[in-house]
Each structure stands twice: as structure tokens, then as C-alpha cells.
């Protein structure tokens, strides 16, 4: 059974663009949910999508966001980057309440 | 406020020494505890789900326990691949919202 996959591995871009980073959730989950690893931090949530709708938020400002396509895979954009948006961003996906989130490799984002 | 908090931070074993991590929660409702690997630059690697006090998983030399309170990741005789950060996360409720601790780093020498 195929994980879930991320595109692309890494992202560079330059303060002020724009970024869109893909994830294709394990078949079958529904639920696709993204975080931010910076540097040595920890895990910090960023949103959460199920069948198509968006169900939580983190503390994050509005130029992060996001949306879930018909068939549960997702992207995230982030508008306006940031030096500070630098970081790891990670994918993962669920079946069903109360189950495991199983996490794709991550796409690294470089803001310069 | 719930959270979920880990120690040690770090943690240096030799090849053989066994350990455990601990993981302390105050989770109102908890739905279920879990365990997970991440090696550096990697997306974490599931490797428990405890839902009630008392249940106990085991994989290879890695065992979890909890307690209404806390869990525990004992680790058997370690070898130097099971190096990697170990991160327990609660599960608040029907928001399915991870609470996440920030993680044991573990190294096993040789």
C-alpha cells in the first residue's frame, strides 16, 4: 500500500511569493491534515481538511491556507512568504475517528 | 489547557542499555495517546496507539504503557538505529486535534 506522498521534496523561494505544496493522502483516508516543523521545533498544526471541508485551524495567520480536492488529496498555499515560513512542512493522513495519522516524507521549504 | 509534555529532552544510552521515555498529558477526554519516530529531515513513523489505562503495545525492543496520566516508551536493549526523536501526541476529542509533545531525543552509541 502507497504512504502518503508529498510534492515537491524541496521549495526555494524569495520573500513575497507564493508557495503550493501537494499531498496525496493513503487511499481510502479521508482526512488530510498539515503541519510546520521549523528548525528543532516541534509540531505545530496548521489545518485540517475532511472530505473536503476544512475542520480545524491552527494559529496561523490567513495567508496560510489550503484546500481538499474531490479525491482527498490537498495543497497548501502559502501567500506573502516570510524568512520565518522556512521550514519543514509535513502532510498526513487518517481513516476514520480516532485513527493514527500516518505522515508523508515532507516538503522542505527555503525562504531567501 | 490541554498538554502533552516529554522527558527527558535528550537522552544518550549505550548499545544494550535499556531506558524509558516518559510522556505526561492532561488531555480532558483523551481519545487515545500515540507514539511515533522521526528521524532528522524525515516525516514521523507511526508506531503506537493506546486508548485506555493499563493497555500495553509491544514491537520489537519498543514498549508502550499507559496510565491515566502519563505513558511510557520503554525501550529493550537498544541498538544504534533506534537513534531518532520519539514524539507521544493526545487526542483531544472529536476535533481529532493532535496535542503534541515536543519530543525525547535519543541516541544510542555503539
Known amino acids: 500500500e502507497a504512504g502518503v506522498t508529498q510534492s515537491p521534496t524541496h521549495l526555494i523561494k524569495t520573500r513575497g511569493q507564493q508557495a503550493t505544496l501537494r499531498c496525496s493522502p493513503i487511499?481510502?483516508?479521508?482526512?488530510v491534515y498539515w503541519y510546520q516543523q521549523a528548525l528543532g521545533l516541534g509540531l505545530q498544526f496548521l489545518l485540517w481538511?475532511?472530505?473536503?471541508?476544512?475542520?480545524n485551524r491552527g494559529n496561523f495567520p490567513p495567508r496560510f491556507s489550503g484546500r481538499q480536492f474531490p479525491n482527498y488529496s490537498s495543497e497548501l498555499n502559502v501567500n506573502a512568504l516570510e524568512l520565518e515560513d522556512s521550514a519543514l512542512y509535513l502532510c498526513?493522513?487518517?481513516?476514520?475517528?480516532?485513527?493514527?495519522?500516518?505522515f508523508g516524507p515532507g516538503t522542505r521549504l527555503t525562504v531567501l | 489547557e490541554d498538554q502533552v509534555t516529554q522527558s527527558p529532552e535528550a537522552l544518550r544510552l549505550q548499545e544494550g542499555e535499556s531506558s524509558s521515555l516518559n510522556c505526561s498529558y492532561t488531555?480532558?477526554?483523551?481519545?487515545?495517546l500515540f507514539w511515533y519516530r522521526q528521524d532528522p529531515g524525515k516525516g514521523p513513523e507511526f508506531l503506537f496507539t493506546?486508548?485506555?489505562?493499563?493497555e500495553e503495545k509491544e514491537k520489537e525492543r519498543l514498549k508502550a504503557t499507559l496510565t491515566k496520566k502519563e505513558s511510557f516508551l520503554h525501550i529493550t536493549a537498544p541498538k544504534p538505529e533506534d537513534s531518532a526523536t520519539y514524539l507521544c501526541?493526545?487526542?483531544?476529542?472529536?476535533?481529532?486535534?493532535?496535542?503534541w509533545g515536543l519530543g525525547t531525543s535519543l541516541a544510542v552509541n555503539p
Open positions: 487511499s481510502g483516508h479521508t482526512s
Open positions: 481538511y475532511d472530505e473536503g471541508e476544512e475542520r
Open positions: 501526541a493526545g487526542n483531544a476529542g472529536n476535533n481529532r486535534k493532535l496535542i
Open positions: 498526513a493522513s487518517s481513516l476514520g475517528k480516532l485513527s493514527a495519522q500516518y
Open positions: 488531555v480532558s477526554g483523551l481519545r487515545g
Open positions: 493506546l486508548y485506555s489505562a493499563g
